[in-house]
Every structure is written in structure tokens, then in C-alpha cells.
């Protein structure tokens, strides 16, 4: 059974930085890339950031460049991001997601598990 768990969420100010993980079981880590994605009421969820399973190649959304840095340790079947700069138009609920490809898509309905996802709240 594969699980993918988010953690690091939480309330920040303005400015400030936090940085997610999501844990992944169940699974061949090796074998996929990993997306992170978020969700705000009423909107479709969309994408932030993904990476290619031996960390090659990283992609981001043009709203998060510069300020986000996703990685992985295939070594702990972890991914990560860092969220620098944040600004209240990022508070969000944040998804991590496994899509097994070579290169990762930005559409989220490519993409095979789903972690339960960890809010992000961005006050100003």
C-alpha cells in the first residue's frame, strides 16, 4: 500500500520560510518523480514544483521561482520544500504526489499517488 505523509505545515508571517516533507512508503522511490502541488478553496489544485527521481532536473511554477527549492534523499524515500519569501498568496493546502515518469508533469491528473496534504498559512 503506498503512502505518501506531508508534514511541516503550520501559520507563518510574511517573509518567512518553511519546509515540507513528504515520506514516501510503499513504493519503489527510485522509480518515480515527485511533484508538489496546492490547493485553495474553489480553485483547481495546481502546480509548484516537481523533480526527476535522480534529482537531475527541477521544475518550478513562475509564481514560486526563486523562492522555493524543492530536493529528495532517495536514501529516506523523502522529498522536500523549502518555501523561502513566503507571501500570503501562497497559504494554501500543499500535496505531494509520485508520478511515475522520467520527466515529471505539471499536469496534476498524470500523476499516481497522492499524499492527504499539509496546510500552509501565510498571514501578512
Known amino acids: 500500500q503506498v503512502q505518501l505523509v506531508e508534514s511541516g505545515g503550520g501559520l507563518v508571517q510574511a517573509g518567512d520560510s518553511l519546509r515540507l516533507s513528504c515520506a514516501a512508503s510503499?513504493?519503489?522511490?527510485?522509480?518515480?518523480?515527485m511533484g508538489w502541488f496546492r490547493q485553495t478553496p474553489g480553485k483547481e489544485r495546481e502546480f509548484v514544483s516537481a523533480?526527476?527521481?535522480?534529482?537531475?532536473?527541477?521544475y518550478y511554477a513562475d509564481s514560486v521561482k526563486g523562492r522555493f527549492t524543492i530536493s529528495r534523499d532517495n536514501a529516506k524515500n523523502t522529498v522536500y520544500l523549502l518555501m523561502n519569501i513566503l507571501k500570503p498568496e501562497d497559504t494554501a493546502v500543499y500535496y505531494c504526489a509520485a508520478h511515475r515518469a522520467t520527466i515529471p508533469k505539471s499536469d496534476s491528473q498524470g500523476y499516481d499517488y497522492w499524499g492527504q496534504g499539509t496546510q500552509v498559512t501565510v498571514s501578512s
Open positions: 523533480i526527476t527521481w535522480n534529482s537531475f532536473r527541477t
Open positions: 510503499g513504493l519503489t522511490f527510485n522509480n518515480y518523480a
